[in-house]
């Protein structure tokens, strides 16, 4: 497949577009996909093999343009396993894989190019063809948000690692704007890395809606206020480099906020009108101190709801009582259940909405990525 089929010149003449699903490969690679997700993406690209092509664009546009010293570890692996499909296939290796895989073999022997044990993944949320804002542009849409990550689960470093439903409470927000719209404030309990908090933050900037369709937007947000909270102080130190990284300091509060000792009267002054959690139901011993925290953002704002029809709106957030958007993945049904008691004992009324929302796949070429596994709950007090 020639060069052109890959990329076209955007809108404005001054750069190329990649397109699917090269697109899909080099967004693969900086997100730090499994290297067998790779691989499988390249012969997509390649019609069922890794040809050259497919190598000359896995060189110049994705190992090229990476900071070598940071993803060491992660290319070199990557490179042994690619070479050795291809010349499993009996194909020919163009020489530059060659020559960079000789490169990082050298140096990784020596304490230059150890690595660290956190890395840099950008992940980059392509907006499917149908999305109303994909409508609008000539090129494919995207929104690439870098990540300070651990590569140390296993030694406790859980709050800076990435999970499943980050990303699916992230293709949530994309997926339902309108749920967000005309908010003025938004609290995210154990942020972790920040995914979801920055998709929020980029996505609900003021926009110029002049310079996208020179007619007003259904649903734009005009006032907002996102919060971050995370009980750990060294998540807490990582979560701001991210925000770093995505120049969003200005537009995003963090703040620390162990569940356990969290005031009622601090949680009350919060006031938001959404609160959102990924992976947060995991540990009994917890649950009943993050219910406490969720009761208490959510009961803030009850004496001014004013009860509508409950039909009328099947989200809670459509009919302006205050709610939290949990995703989880229910690893243990035990502890789940004990949560939903804790939350039923607290007033809390909790739905599983997953089948309810049109959810569009944001993040087609993260084969690692398994969307069906995470389930979404909607929460809100009860008044009766």
């Not at 800076?160 to 992230?170: A, E, G, N, T």
Request: hydrophobic share 40%; proline share 4%; with cysteine.
């Amino acid at each position: 497949m020639s060069k052109l089929t890959m990329v076209q010149e955007d809108s404005s003449g001054d750069a190329e577009a990649i397109l699917p699903p090269w697109l899909y490969l080099l967004s693969a690679f900086l997100s730090m996909e499994p290297s067998d997700s790779i691989i499988s993406i390249s012969r997509d690209c390649g019609g069922g093999a890794i040809t050259e092509s497919v190598q000359n664009f896995v060189w110049e546009h994705c190992i090229s343009r990476v900071d070598k010293k940071a993803h060491a570890p992660y290319i070199r692996s990557f490179l042994k396993k690619l070479i050795l499909e291809i010349e499993s296939d009996g194909a020919v290796v163009v020489d530059e894989l060659y020559e960079e895989l000789a490169f990082y073999m050298a140096s990784l022997k020596g304490d230059n190019f150890k690595g660290d044990s956190r890395i840099v993944r950008k992940i980059s949320f392509l907006y499917p063809s149908d999305h109303v804002e994909a409508r609008i542009c000539q090129n494919p849409k995207k929104v690439i948000v870098p990540l300070n990550c651990s590569l140390n689960m296993l030694e406790g470093d859980t709050g800076c690692s990435l999970w499943p439903s980050s990303l699916f409470l992230s293709e949530f927000i994309l997926s339902c704007p309108e749920l967000f719209s005309m908010k003025s404030c938004f609290e995210q309990l154990g942020s972790g890395v920040g995914l979801v908090g920055i998709c929020l933050a980029q996505k609900f900037k003021i926009w110029e809606v002049s310079k996208i369709t020179k007619r007003p937007l259904k649903h734009i947000i005009l006032l907002m206020q996102v919060v971050l909270s995370d009980g750990d102080l060294s998540t807490l130190a990582n979560l701001k480099v991210n925000l770093d990284l995505n120049q969003m300091n200005a537009h995003v509060e963090c703040l620390h906020l162990p569940w356990e000792s969290a005031l009622e009267n601090d949680l009350q002054n919060l006031k938001p009108d959404i609160v959102l959690g990924a992976d947060v139901i995991y540990d009994p011993q917890c649950i009943p101190h993050l219910v406490r925290v969720i009761s208490a953002l959510l009961t803030t704002k009850k004496s001014n709801f004013i009860h509508g029809d409950r039909d009328k709106e099947f989200f809670v957030a459509s009919r302006g009582q205050p709610v939290a958007y949990i995703a989880s993945v229910v690893r243990n049904i035990d502890t789940f259940n004990y949560f939903l008691k804790v939350a039923k004992e607290a007033n809390l009324r909790v739905v599983d909405i997953t089948e309810n929302v049109k959810m569009y796949d944001f993040l087609p070429y993260m084969r690692s990525y398994q969307r069906s596994s995470v389930r979404l709950l909607e929460i809100c007090y009860s008044f009766h």
